[in-house]
């Protein structure tokens, strides 16, 4: 082996141990039960990817669903409880991704509201003001989810309806992801960052930001997209986003 051929794998090693301590997300599961099955399962994928989960039980759901079958499948010595009120701050600190299998209609509102009186909507929104990635399950909260087939949406107030969806939009706009169970891998395979470059990267692109808010997450994405991020002076750049915008070389242009 050459001294290229050394250094080579001296950096190579060092991009893999970087990107494994990048590989930590808090799981929060709320009250809904409705894509919580499937959620184990891509969850369970992600720990094979070596992800460090760590999960977190808000009140509702340490009754609604079962903590003990969440350890013994998540192979987890330990889950956080919102009850206990304890160690929230550890839980989150050091995470790349905030990850919400079962939200419900309940949380929803909350954040869209901008509500923070518990302590998981605390944590949650203080996601999307630091601008942590974050995604969430629309099946326990979308009341026209294919899985609510139980709802007679018939008998809906039409004006009812709209607002529901209106708080999912407000969610989209604060920058988070909204999927369904079974997108829980992708999705974080998606919008985290790799170290690993092409040899011959491909040529930047101009892409025209339309989001009111730019988070650690756009630009994540944008750097893995090689995209030069096009604003309009209105938009508003996160710390986190600034931050990891001239760690990662993303130009950002306000035009």
């Known amino acids: 082996m050459n ?5 080579k794998s001296i950096v190579e090693e060092v991009l893999l141990k970087l990107e494994e301590r990048m590989k930590i997300a808090v799981v929060v599961f709320t009250g809904g039960a409705l894509g919580f099955y499937e959620s184990i399962t891509q969850l369970k994928k992600l720990q094979e990817e070596g992800w460090e989960l760590r999960v977190l039980l808000s009140i509702s759901a340490e009754y609604a669903l079962k903590p003990e079958m969440i350890k013994e499948e998540l192979h987890l010595d330990n889950i956080y409880l919102e009850r206990t009120n304890d160690g929230l ?9 905030i990850i919400v299998p079962t939200l419900t209609l309940n949380t929803a509102v909350k954040l869209s509201l ?12 203080y996601g999307i003001i630091s601008g942590t990635p974050m995604i969430a399950c629309r099946d326990a909260c979308d009341l026209q989810h294919p899985l609510r087939n139980d709802i007679q949406l018939e008998k809906v107030p039409p004006a009812y309806l709209n607002r529901m969806a209106q708080h999912l939009c ?13 997108q829980i891998y992708e999705e974080v395979k998606k919008r985290t960052f790799s170290l690993k470059k092409d040899v011959e990267p491909p040529l930047k692109q101009r892409v025209q930001f339309r989001k009111r808010i730019l988070t650690r997450g756009d630009v994540i994405e ?20 600034k ?13």
Do not use: K, W
């Not at 001294?3 to 250094?7: A, G, K, R, Y």
């Not at 701050?89 to 991704?97: K, V």
């Not at 001239?246 to 242009?253: G, K, L, S, T, Y």
């Open 89 to 97: 701050r550890n839980i989150y600190f050091g995470s790349q991704m």
């Open 114 to 125: 901008g509500v923070a009186d518990t302590p998981i909507s605390n944590l949650l929104s």
């Open 170 to 182: 407000n969610l989209e706009s604060y920058g988070i992801h909204l999927i369904d169970s079974p």
């Open 3 to 7: 001294n290229d051929q050394f250094i």
């Open 243 to 255: 931050e990891t915008a001239r760690d990662f070389a993303v130009e950002i242009i306000i035009d």
């Open 222 to 241: 944008a750097c893995d997209n090689r995209s030069v991020l096009v604003l309009n002076q209105q938009t508003i750049i996160t710390p986190l986003a």
